[in-house]
């Protein structure tokens, strides 16, 4: 017997979002707990900073980049199947790692397979509520946020918890099973009854004696659904944008993989370098809904990107504060402000990326914007793990490389910004002024120009006469 689809703004949407915050917990909240184990895993494997940074980076960096191959899973099968695939991979590629003996095994199983599968649950938990969700959709996923904080909150606690029992073996192996727990949330994800028309799928063509420009087409046509390289060519807000952001994230992520080696290596004990992650994530419980709802005012509309570079400016920042003094008291201190910044650049990015594209250009944005940005996650953490090698592990210069990325593509975001309102301002102006001089010239007006000068216009009156 074929399911009834649920109703949209029903009741099951909100144990939907339920599911959807559990899941962002579970993935999102992750990757923040792996410096907890970059000792270990150093000791273990015999291994550099820069060899070692390899694995969270790799982790990172499939969760971002695997979005336009979840959106291929969630148009074929739909978010319940690609939810609970991602759940399966995840818990296997943990699984995996327990067993590894190398680093190179390490990067293929909790690297690339669990990134895959975070990335299955998270995009999709995420796609759903969009289905779910029509006039509380800003509320909706400012509430499925606080999954995030609460994820970075619980996960460092229990790593922890689970490395001085189990070590890192055994903590993988418990890791294997918490997520399985994605696939109970994608069982959650009901098809959901939507009055939008269904698209119109066209049949495969008919065959060619030339197959190789069809499929060349057709490769085409794949890429600019999902990977929007043309926007990227015509809209310079995109450009700068995307731009800045890959930039940014060069020094965004190095504090959650070096804050806890740092504090532990300046004598800070191992509960309490654990709990700085910790007091990070419970900050945004409250800050990111906070920051989410103030971002998606009308009011704001306007000023989302300014108020994005003031967050990663705020952010690069910090960062100089924590390199200054690495006491347990003003690490606690850094944290908060750390929190209030993190927030706000989590909250705005993707708000930001819809007011500079069309909205029906927003997914294949969105997907070129997701591999991009994995490129630098990709390549930060070992290019700070390599800064440590070679200044004999001095932690300042991490924070202080973290600050540099954030604060100059803060300060690039915000000016060429600036600069592309300002022309957009007089691209108006001009075609407002042309559009007077050519409707007062057909009157014989007076105008005056944008300098101030006033112009006579004369109508100019042709007699034609017969000869």
């Not at 189990?166 to 399985?180: A, D, I, M």
């Not at 191992?270 to 920051?291: Q, T, V, Y």
């Not at 952010?315 to 606690?332: E, I, K, M, Q, Y």
């Amino acid at each position: 017997m074929p399911q009834v689809p649920e109703r949209a703004e029903g009741c099951w949407a909100w144990v939907v979002l339920l599911a959807s915050l559990v899941t962002q917990g579970l993935t999102l909240g992750f990757p923040t707990c792996t410096g907890i184990f970059f000792t270990e895993l150093q000791h273990e494997f015999q291994a550099s900073n820069s060899e070692t940074s390899w694995f969270p980076s790799i982790l990172t960096a499939m969760l971002h980049a695997g979005g336009p191959l979840c959106s291929i899973l969630v148009g074929r099968f739909g978010c319940r199947v690609t939810v609970m695939l991602g759940g399966a991979l995840a818990s296997l590629g943990m699984v995996a790692s327990s067993f590894c003996r190398t680093l190179s095994q390490l990067y293929l199983t909790a690297g690339f397979i669990t990134g895959l599968g975070m990335c299955f649950s998270f995009q999709s938990s995420i796609t759903v509520l969009g289905f779910y969700f029509s006039r509380h959709r800003a509320l909706a996923n400012a509430l499925a946020s606080v999954g995030v904080s609460l994820g970075i909150t619980l996960w460092p606690l229990l790593s922890r918890y689970l490395l001085e029992d189990l070590g890192w073996r055994g903590t993988f192996l418990v890791f294997g099973g918490v997520f399985l727990h994605c696939c109970v949330c994608g069982a959650i994800l009901r098809p959901v009854a939507t009055s939008m028309a269904p698209e119109t799928i066209e049949g495969p063509p008919p065959p060619s004696k030339t197959p190789a420009p069809g499929c060349l087409a057709a490769c085409g046509r794949a890429i600019q659904r999902h990977l929007a390289f043309d926007i990227l060519r015509h809209n310079a807000g995109y450009r700068v944008f995307t731009l800045g952001v890959m930039w940014m994230i060069l020094g965004f992520p190095l504090p959650h993989v070096f804050l806890v080696p740092y504090a532990m290596r300046n004598g800070v004990d191992e509960h309490k370098a654990a709990l700085l992650i910790s007091i990070i994530g419970f900050s945004n419980i409250f800050l990111r809904p906070m920051a989410g709802l103030v971002a998606g005012r009308r009011d704001f509309a306007g000023h989302r990107k300014y108020l994005f570079s003031l967050a990663a400016l705020l952010n690069g920042l910090t960062n100089l504060v924590c390199a200054v003094s690495a006491d347990f008291r003003v690490l606690v201190g850094y944290c908060l402000v750390y929190s209030v910044s993190m927030s706000g650049i989590g909250a705005l990015l993707f708000q930001v990326l819809m007011d500079i594209v069309p909205m029906d250009r927003f997914s294949s944005a969105l997907g070129l914007f997701t591999i991009l940005e994995s490129i630098s996650i990709l390549i930060s953490p070992p290019l700070a793990g390599l800064l440590l090698d070679t200044t004999n592990n001095n932690f300042s210069y991490v924070f202080y490389m973290s600050s540099f990325f954030l604060i100059s593509a803060a300060l690039f975001m915000g000016g060429s910004f600036c600069a592309l309102q300002k022309k957009e301002r007089q691209s108006k102006q001009a075609e407002a002024e042309g559009a007077i001089t050519e409707a007062a010239s057909e009157q014989g007006l007076t105008v005056e120009d944008s300098r101030g000068s006033r112009k006579q216009l004369y109508t100019e009156i042709m007699y034609v006469t017969s000869v």
